[in-house]
């Protein structure tokens, strides 16, 4: 017999040209707001959209995330709010497509995590590298 266990949280999915994606990112764990938002070893990509900050290990991962949670149907605002990014207004399929091209690149992110970085360093304990 097999069984099929069912997760505590229901799984995102999102449409990407016409095909239904149901992934679960393997970072994922059904924690507190406040937990997530803790950097965990391994986790060196942050989803900079407004004030989300949430970490992940790659950036599939935060592209996958920004997609669903901040561009999925009935969550997406009609513009980036991505850190930094102009707020053109943009029907959801461009900005999946900006999103994976503009911010979700793993040179984008780690640009993005420096700025982030240098505009935060007042008001953060300094780091011991």
Not at 44 to 65: A, E
Not at 106 to 129: C, M, V, Y
């Amino acid at each position: 017999i097999f069984l099929q266990s069912t997760p505590a949280m229901s799984i995102p999915t999102a449409q990407v040209q016409g095909q239904q994606i149901n992934l679960q990112p393997p970072s994922y764990t059904a924690a507190s707001q406040h937990a997530e938002q803790m950097k965990k070893p391994g986790q060196n990509f942050m989803c900079l959209w407004q004030s989300c900050k949430k970490w992940f290990q790659t950036p599939s991962q935060v592209f996958y995330h920004a997609a669903t949670e901040h561009g999925g149907k009935d969550v997406y605002p009609g513009q980036c709010l991505w850190e930094g990014c102009e707020p053109f207004q943009r029907q959801r399929f461009s900005f999946i497509t900006h999103l994976q091209d503009k911010h979700c690149s793993r040179d984008a992110l780690l640009a993005g995590l420096k700025q982030d970085e240098l505009g935060q360093a007042g008001n953060q304990k300094p780091s011991n590298k």
